[in-house]
């Protein structure tokens, strides 16, 4: 017999972990190979681990509910047709190896616990530390002076496990230290000239230092008769910290200019049809949006950066993301790589693709990963416009708006009319940081050419 090691693959750039959700099949079932096993949900996507082979599901070691680190075995697979002293001595050496690995996990809990015994069960400020929270100090190496600066968000200020982990995640990104002038901005003492921010002191974690509790505690809603609490989702949770992390990021501002797409639209209805017969494709606007934003970011590539401290990375790929709503009410944005260098048919597919395995929750973990820039449609609801989010760690984000019937004034060499135009609204959300107003507004402006003056010729 042979069995086969189940372990949780690589997810993509930065995950080190994910969570089982569900699993599709139960212990002593018959799988084939590339049957879907388990759903895993990482900070990223979801997706599901496949069999690697023919067999019985023989055990689970990661329930659904528990985290699993890539690399780790979550579920072994039999598989009774195979025989044999090498097939034997496998299945040894990977029960050893396991063994092993079970060893070293049970070392590392027993000196874990040992060292959070030395933690007592309150910080000389009095903030409750549970046992939970202090086996992670204990295991993280954060100290009990550390513990006493953590905002705590739990009942009474009591520190969360969320709280102790949202600081040790923001501990790893901090340490850039060496330019004088900034004290109290924890790590980041950084930004020659800036005074006046030293004894801030409260809330940690939150990428800006300390600050008192004044500054960021909220009030306590009150819930009256009728109302329903419905906690967050997962994902939503993640999207919150999502678009917190890039406002407190990034300095906001938002321009808009508007397009007569008239001559777009013309041409969008005309081949539409003939399209769809001849590749089976039906195509929006979206595509043709995203083959504008590729063109517009090759010619201004300062707008397809990111930041790192005070490095200005300019990327060499053009990476767009496009923002697709989910049938549960979330949002995933999957990544078309190199959309430059795609044709318009080949936008067409991807963005269809995309979209539908999104809403299937069947994206694989690089389809989201590594965008360099960002767009998002409020026309799809017939919104006008809005004011998108930057997906951190891009600097910009477009949004389209719907496009609408309107009077609008037109030059002739007649003299000046008033004809029905489809005008729409492109708004583009930038990081003051590295983009100013002109920068992006030639970019906004360059943009609204390609599309007035769109043509089959780009087809």
Known sequence: MAKYSITLPAMGEGVIEATINKWLVKVGDHVKEDDPLVEV??????????????????????????????GEIIAVIEDKAKSGKEQAEKIDKEVERIRKTID???????????????????????????????NIAAREDVSYAELDTIYGTGMDGRITRDDILRYIERKGIEGVEGVEGVEGVEGVKGIEGVKGVEGRKGLEGDGVGKRDKSEVK?????????????????????????????????????????????KMV???????????????????????????AARALYEFPMINISVDGNNIIIRKNINIGMAVALPDGNLIVPVIKNANEKSLTGLVKSVNDLAERARKHQLKPDEITGGTFSITNFGTYDNLAGTPIINQPQVAILGTGAIR????????????????????????????????????GKFLHRLKEILENYSPDQF
């Open 104 to 134: 070293e996990i049970k070392s590392e809990r027993k000196e874990t616990e040992v060292a959070s015994v030395n933690l007592k069960s309150r910080t000389p400020s009095g903030k409750f530390i549970s046992p939970l929270v202090r």
């Open 41 to 70: 949900a990482t900070d990223k996507v979801d997706t599901e681990i496949p069999s690697p082979a023919d067999g019985v599901l023989v055990s689970i070691t990661a329930p659904e509910g528990n985290l699993a680190k890539v």
């Open 405 to 440: 019937k309107k009077p609008a004034v037109l030059e002739t060499p007649d003299g000046d009319v008033i004809a029905i135009r489809h005008i729409m609204i492109l708004s583009l959300s930038y990081d003051h940081r590295v983009i100013d107003g002109a920068l992006a």
């Open 266 to 292: 013309y041409w969008r209805n005309s081949i539409k049809s003939a399209f769809e017969e001849k590749e089976g494709q039906k195509i929006t606007f979206t595509p043709i949006f995203i083959e504008a």
């Open 218 to 262: 909220t009030s306590a809603v009150k819930i009256s008769t009728g109302d329903e609490v419905v906690e967050m989702d997962r994902v939503r949770k993640l999207i919150a910290e999502h678009m917190l992390l890039s406002k407190r990021t990034s300095p906001h501002v938002t321009s808009f200019i508007d397009a007569d797409v008239t």
